[in-house]
């Protein structure tokens, strides 16, 4: 059986493959949802780690999930005007 551990690492792997995948393209910024991505796969992490009670790992996870919420809410998001426009 996969343990939950092994899920999260797998969502930041692909996490890690959007992005990649987006800087290859012509674009060269942060992919929102590759930080949707590797924040479900920290919490997959930080489950995991408290289920090995491994409790410095799961409080540095938990340092990593923060960052990654506050990057959603801080990500640009389009003004009313500029939907408008396209």
């Known amino acids: 059986m996969i343990s939950v551990t092994v899920i999260g690492f797998i969502f930041i792997i692909i996490a890690w493959i959007v992005q990649v995948i987006t800087l290859a393209g012509k674009k060269k910024t942060l992919n929102l949802f590759f930080i949707w991505l590797f924040l479900i796969g920290i ?44």
């Open 43 to 86: 919490l997959f992490l930080i489950i995991g780690n408290i289920q090995f009670q491994s409790f410095t790992a799961t409080y540095l996870n938990l340092v990593m999930a923060v960052l990654a919420i506050a990057a959603i809410m801080l990500y640009p998001r389009k003004k009313k005007k500029d939907q408008e426009k396209e």
